[in-house]
């Protein structure tokens, strides 16, 4: 376990390298304190910048996503384990939005979409909601930090979506100066993000 190389919020020691492992122990610590079930423990491995296996763990509900590189998303509950992906546009999308992070900006981004649905959720849970069907996008323009967005961001990939950085539209990337990310969108279909506008 010596050379296994982790950096979590809780610190690392070392300077990100080209393979390490981020994890965030108790993602969501709002909704834990206040008795809400969609905090999360992420753990995800990132290679040469990229996350390439994540896994979002639920203690509360003993739920589990996982999913990565050239791996299907999973999501293993109630002793079962069912692939899952993301849905087609729909004509009312559906949007994640942090429970205790809801800014002007994200409901000025909501607002582009006529008729869209908002679902609250906490933690990295919203990655999730997007890779079963349960939503189409995820924006976040407030400050979020790598061990927050890898996992998920992973288990997304792997069922179909993608996130990108709000500054390029490029995917989210790691091992960054600061580890602290940029503003981002997560999505489940490409026609939720062409529809989007003045994101930069």
């Excluded at 492992?21 to 423990?41: A, Q, S, Y």
């Excluded at 290679?47 to 791996?71: C, E, H, R, S």
């Excluded at 960054?176 to 994101?199: D, M, Q, R, W």
Aim: include cysteine; proline fraction near 5%; charge should be negative.
């Amino acid at each position: 376990m010596g050379d296994v190389k982790i950096i979590s919020e809780e610190g690392s020691g070392f300077d990100p390298t080209d393979s390490f492992w981020l994890v965030d122990p108790l993602d969501g610590t709002k909704e834990f304190i206040n008795g809400f079930d969609d905090f999360t423990v992420n753990i995800a491995k990132v290679d040469n910048g990229q996350t390439v296996l994540g896994v979002v763990y639920l203690p509360a509900t003993q739920t589990a996503y996982i999913g990565g590189k050239d791996l299907p998303a999973l999501k293993i509950a109630g002793g079962q384990e069912n692939p899952i992906w993301v849905r087609k546009a729909p004509s009312e999308v559906e949007i994640a939005v942090s429970r205790s992070h809801l800014d002007t900006k994200t409901q000025e981004f909501a607002d582009q979409f006529p008729n869209h649905v908002q679902t609250a959720a906490g933690s990295s849970m919203k990655f999730c909601l997007i890779a079963e069907g349960q939503a189409d996008v995820y924006p976040r323009f407030g400050r979020t930090m790598e061990w927050d967005t890898a996992a998920g961001q992973a288990v997304l990939e792997a069922a179909g979506g993608r996130v990108v950085s709000v500054e390029d539209l490029k995917p989210l990337g790691y091992a960054k100066s600061g580890l602290e990310n940029p503003g981002f969108i997560a999505i489940g279909h490409e026609a939720v993000l062409e529809k989007t506008k003045g994101l930069q």
